[in-house]
T-cell receptor, first 112, second 114 residues
Framework: GQNIDQPTEMTATEGAIVQINCTYQTSGFNGLFWYQQHAGEAPTFLSY??LDGLEEKGRFSSFLSRSKGYSYLLLKELQMKDSASYLC?????????????WGAGTKLIIKP | SAVISQKPSRDICQRGTSLTIQCQVD?????MFWYRQQPGQSLTLIAT?????????ESGFVIDKFPISRPNLTFSTLTVSNMSPEDSSIYLC???????????FGQGTRLTVV
């Protein structure tokens, strides 16, 4: 079966760094995505990894290890507006199609 | 990128009635996806809508309950039929680019059934 695990909730302090982990077990792999979702809003794209290694984009970085079925999203210089849910999604093979499989999301709470 | 206009943004409906949600995309796309997101949970795919063919439904979702239309390459509707309070959720439409491209979402429809 297809499975994605990420922590339910994390708390961090404004200005600090936080790492949100995601592990996956899927049939086939064609990329891993991270999305940010503020309460009551639609998810917005943050990053995409298809090869092993680190992708950096401003304050956000995402890492992938395909052999370990593992990714993390690293958020630096945390701001209050970073309080949101962070969704890990894997494009995996489902029958003849590649389908996005979604994790349950990690709710990140930023404290002053 | 793609811009998706989804409406209504929210509605409160009586049980037993039906609600149709519309999504308009600013470009032609082959597949559109309909998701449900219950409070505090992640996205659950309801069905994939292809233009010119019947939608493909995921396990646990049936056409009688969630009929979908896809009349052209820029538009789709999802109807939530014979609603019950268990249908209260956020419904999202989405489009995806190539396999390596990200998904884009409509603004979501927050449905409350009373």
């Amino acid at each position: 079966g297809q499975n994605i695990d990420q922590p339910t909730e994390m708390t961090a302090t404004e200005g600090a760094i936080v790492q949100i982990n995601c592990t996956y077990q899927t049939s086939g792999f064609n990329g891993l995505f991270w999305y940010q979702q503020h309460a009551g809003e639609a998810p917005t794209f943050l990053s995409y990894n298809v090869l092993d290694g680190l992708e950096e984009k401003g304050r956000f970085s995402s890492f992938l290890s395909r052999s370990k079925g593992y990714s993390y999203l690293l958020l630096k210089e945390l701001q209050m507006k970073d309080s949101a849910s962070y969704l890990c999604a894997v494009r995996a093979r489902d029958y003849s199609n590649y389908q996005l499989i979604w994790g349950a999301g990690t709710k990140l709470i930023i404290k002053p | 990128s793609a811009v998706i206009s989804q409406k209504p943004s929210r509605d409160i409906c009586q049980r037993g009635t039906s609600l149709t949600i519309q999504c308009q995309v600013d470009s032609q796309v082959t597949m559109m996806f309909w998701y449900r997101q219950q409070p505090g949970q992640s996205l659950t795919l309801i069905a994939t809508a292809n233009q010119g063919s019947e939608a493909t439904y995921e396990s646990g979702f049936v056409i009688d309950k969630f009929p979908i239309s896809r009349p052209n390459l820029t538009f789709s509707t999802l109807t939530v039929s014979n609603m019950s309070p268990e249908d209260s959720s956020i419904y999202l439409c989405s489009v995806e680019g190539a396999i390596g491209a990200e998904a884009f979402f409509g603004q979501g429809t927050r449905l409350t059934v009373v």
